[in-house]
C-alpha cells in the first residue's frame, strides 16, 4: 500500500510541476530563451487571488478568472516590455536569461514589499477532506489539483494538435525559419506563448497557493522544478515536459524512501546534471543536431 | 597657501566636533527581511522597532540601522559588512544559518554582539558575543515531562537541515533517549522544502507514539502531518508562534512548547520573536549606558533579567539563559494551558 500512497504523492506534487513545466516549455519551445520569470508569474498569481479573494473578499469563482486574465496580461507584459526591446537590440540569449532571473527576483522582492513575508493562505476553505482507499490517503483538494492539472493538459495537447494557432505554435518550434517562410508570424505567436504559458502558470500558482500556502519565494522553488521536469523530458515539446515532471516527481518520492528526505533536492538536481550532460534533448525530444 | 592650512584646519575641527558629539546608541540588527526566513525578520523588527519607540519617548537615545542577512551565510557578511560602514555601538544578529559566519568578524573588530536565536555553541566562545534567547535544553525540559505525561514510549523527530535544526534534533534525541524513550525515526528536510507528504510517511511507518517537528516553515507541514500522523501525538517546537501561524486551521489540535511568558504577554502582535527583539534592544540599551565596551560585561553580571520574555536567568559561566517553556495545545486558533 505504502506503494499506491508514493504513486499518489508523485503524481500530487508531479501535476504542479507538470504546470509550471508545460507553460514554460510552451514559452521556450516557441522562443528559445529560459524564461525563468516564469516563476514570477506563478507568485505573482497567486498573490492575485490572495488578493482579489481574501482582501477584497470576491466570491472565488469570480477571483480565479480574473487572476488568469492578470496571469496572461503579465506575460504578455513581460514579452513586449522586457524580452522584445531586448531581442530588438540583438541580445543574446545569455542576457535574455539574465534579464529573466533578474525579473523574478523582482517580483519576488515586489511581492515582500506589497504583502509582507508572513504567511498567507485562502482561509476561506478551511482544511480540505481526506478521502482514504487502499490504505492510501488523498485531500479532496490534491484530488482537484490532480484533476484541474490533468485536464488542463489534455485542453493543451488538443489545442496544440487540433487548433491552428497550435499548429502555428508547434511550426515555429520545430524550425522558426521554415514557419517563417510558410507565412507564419513568430512574433504573434510568440506572444500568445507567453499568454498562454503564463495563464497555466497562474493555475499553477493558485493550486500551489491553495494545498501550501503564500511565501514570496514559491515561485522561484516551483520555477527550478518545473525547468528540472521540462529538461527531462524535453524542454523543446510541451507533452515530453509534462510527463518529465511527472518522472521527477516520482523519482523524489520514490527516492526519498528509501534515502533521507534531505536528499530530495539532490535527486531533482542529480537528474537535472546527468540529463543537461548526457541527454540534452531530454527522454522524449528529438536531438535535432543529429537528425537528418 | 594660507587659505589651504586653513581649510585643512576647518576640516578638522569639523571631523572633531563630528567625533566628540553625542549621538544616539546605533543598534546594528542583522535579521532576514527577503527569502523563506524572511517572517522571522520582520517578525523580530516589529519588537525591536516597538522598544526603539518606548525607548524614544523623551528623545532619541537609540536608533536602528538594519540589514536584510537573508538567512544566508553569504549575504550575511556581505550585510555585516555594510552595517559596519555606519558604525554601530552595538549589533543584534538572528538566526544561525546567517550568524554563524558572522560571529567571528564582529569578534575581530570588536563590536558587542547579542545574538538572538539558535546560536551555536561555537558563537559563544567569543567575549564580545551574548546569547539572549531560549535553547534547545529549555525546549527538552518541557517536552520530556510531556511525553511522560502522555505514556509515550517511542518518539520520532521530523526536522530542517539548517544548523538550528539539526542541533534542536540533537539535542532532542539526546535528552528524550536519556530519559528513557525510545527515537525510532529521525527524519531531516531541507529549508525549501515545501512538501513533506512523503517524508512524513516514513515518519508514520515507524509507528511513533510522538512525533516532535521543527520546521522553519510549520505552516507547510502541519495539513500533512496532521493527516499523516493520524495515529501519533504531534508537538511543534515554538516557531510556529511567528507571525501567528498557529492561528491557521491547520494547527488545531495539536500541541507546541512555547515560552510560558508568550501566554501571559500582552504585547500586541507579539510572538517569542519580537518579544525577544524587544527585550535584546532594551538589555543593549540599559547596559551600555556606562560605556557599550561595558555592555557584555553588565549583562552577564546582571544574574537576571526580567523583560517581556519572562524573569530570564542568565547563566554567566555559558553566557546561557533559563527560560520558562511548556507544551500547550492548540485550539479554534487559541494557545490552550494543559493545566
Redesign the interface.
Same mark, same amino acid.
Given at each position: 500500500m505504502i506503494f499506491i500512497q508514493l504513486l499518489i504523492n508523485s503524481l500530487i506534487i508531479g501535476s504542479i510541476y507538470a504546470l509550471v513545466a508545460c507553460g514554460f516549455s510552451l514559452i521556450f519551445s516557441t522562443n528559445r530563451f529560459v524564461h525563468f520569470a516564469h516563476g514570477a508569474s506563478v507568485a505573482a498569481s497567486a498573490y492575485m487571488a490572495f488578493l482579489l479573494s481574501v482582501r477584497l473578499g470576491l466570491p472565488f469563482i469570480v477571483a480565479v478568472p480574473l487572476t488568469l486574465i492578470f496571469a496572461g496580461l503579465l506575460g504578455l507584459a513581460m514579452y513586449v516590455w522586457l524580452y522584445q526591446p531586448l531581442q530588438k537590440r540583438k541580445s543574446s540569449n545569455v542576457i535574455l536569461l539574465i534579464a529573466s532571473v533578474a525579473t523574478l527576483i523582482l517580483f519576488e522582492n515586489l511581492i515582500l514589499l506589497s504583502f509582507g513575508a508572513d504567511v498567507k493562505s485562502f482561509t476561506q476553505f478551511g482544511l480540505p477532506k481526506t478521502i482514504t482507499f487502499l490504505d492510501s490517503t488523498i485531500t479532496t483538494l490534491q484530488l482537484f489539483i490532480i484533476g484541474v492539472a490533468l485536464v488542463l493538459l489534455v485542453l493543451l495537447y488538443l489545442f496544440m494538435k487540433k487548433t491552428t494557432l497550435g499548429r502555428r505554435m508547434r511550426a515555429v518550434a520545430d524550425n522558426k525559419e521554415l514557419a517563417a517562410i510558410m507565412g507564419i508570424d513568430a512574433k504573434k505567436v510568440a506572444i500568445y506563448s507567453f499568454i498562454i504559458g503564463s495563464v497555466l502558470a497562474g493555475v499553477a500558482g493558485i493550486l500551489v497557493g491553495l494545498e501550501q500556502n503564500l511565501e514570496p519565494t514559491m515561485g522561484t522553488h516551483l520555477m527550478i522544478k518545473g525547468f528540472t521536469g521540462a529538461i527531462i523530458g524535453g524542454a523543446t515539446s510541451v507533452p515530453a515536459s509534462i510527463l518529465g515532471s511527472f518522472i521527477l516527481g516520482i523519482a523524489e518520492n520514490f527516492g526519498i524512501w528509501y534515502l533521507p528526505s534531505g536528499y530530495k533536492d539532490a535527486i531533482a538536481f542529480g537528474l537535472l546534471f546527468i540529463f543537461l550532460l548526457f541527454r540534452p534533448q531530454g527522454l522524449f525530444g528529438i536531438n535535432k543536431g543529429t537528425r537528418k | 597657501m594660507k587659505l589651504t592650512a586653513l581649510f585643512i584646519l576647518l576640516l578638522l575641527l569639523v571631523a572633531c566636533t563630528d567625533e566628540a558629539e553625542e549621538h544616539p546608541l546605533r543598534i546594528g540588527v542583522l535579521t532576514p #527581511? !527577503? &527569502?523563506?526566513a $524572511?517572517?522571522f525578520? +520582520? !517578525?523580530f523588527l516589529a519588537g525591536a522597532n516597538q522598544a526603539v519607540e518606548d525607548i524614544n519617548k523623551d528623545g532619541l537615545k537609540v536608533e536602528l540601522i538594519v540589514e536584510d542577512n537573508k538567512n544566508d551565510g553569504k549575504e550575511a557578511v556581505s550585510a555585516y559588512q555594510r552595517l559596519k560602514l555606519k558604525n554601530p555601538d552595538v549589533i543584534i544578529s538572528t538566526l544561525g544559518a546567517a550568524t554563524v559566519p558572522v560571529t567571528p568578524l564582529v569578534k575581530a573588530d570588536g563590536t558587542p554582539l547579542i545574538i538572538t536565536y539558535a546560536a551555536t555553541p561555537s558563537q559563544l566562545q567569543y567575549e564580545n558575543s551574548f546569547y539572549y534567547f531560549f535553547n534547545n535544553e529549555d525546549n527538552a525540559e518541557a517536552f520530556i515531562p510531556f511525553l511522560k505525561e502522555k505514556n509515550a514510549k517511542t518518539v520520532a523527530i521530523y526536522h530542517i +537541515?539548517s544548523e538550528t535544526g539539526l542541533l534542536e534534533a540533537a539535542v532532542i534525541e539526546k535528552r528524550v533517549s536519556e530519559a528513557g524513550f525510545e527515537v525510532v525515526a529521525k527524519? $531531516?528536510?531541507?529549508p +525549501?522544502?515545501? *512538501?513533506h507528504?512523503? &517524508?512524513l #510517511? %516514513?515518519i508514520a $511507518?515507524a509507528k511513533p507514539d510522538v512525533v516532535y517537528i521543527t520546521a522553519i516553515?510549520p *505552516?507547510?507541514v502541519a495539513?500533512d502531518a %496532521?493527516?499523516?500522523l493520524n495515529n501519533s501525538i504531534i508537538v511543534f517546537d515554538e516557531v510556529f508562534l511567528? &507571525?501567528h501561524?498557529y492561528k !491557521?486551521?491547520?494547527f488545531d489540535g495539536v500541541y507546541a512548547t512555547v515560552l510560558s511568558a508568550t501566554l501571559d504577554n500582552d504585547f500586541e502582535g507579539g510572538d517569542p520573536y519580537s518579544i525577544f527583539a524587544y527585550d535584546a534592544v532594551k538589555l543593549a540599551y540599559d547596559e551600555s549606558q556606562d560605556g557599550t565596551e561595558k555592555l557584555i560585561p553588565n549583562i552577564v553580571a546582571l544574574g537576571r533579567y526580567s523583560g517581556r520574555a519572562g524573569d530570564i536567568i542568565i547563566k554567566s559561566a555559558t553566557r546561557d539563559i533559563d527560560v520558562g517553556m511548556e507544551v500547550v495545545i492548540v485550539q479554534n486558533g487559541t494557545l490552550v494551558r494543559r493545566k
Open positions: - | #527581511l !527577503s &527569502g523563506n $524572511a517572517v525578520g +520582520t !517578525s +537541515t527524519e $531531516a528536510f531541507l +525549501t522544502e515545501t *512538501d507528504k512523503t &517524508g #510517511l %516514513k $511507518a516553515r *505552516d507547510q495539513p %496532521k493527516k499523516i511567528i &507571525g501561524m !491557521s486551521p491547520a
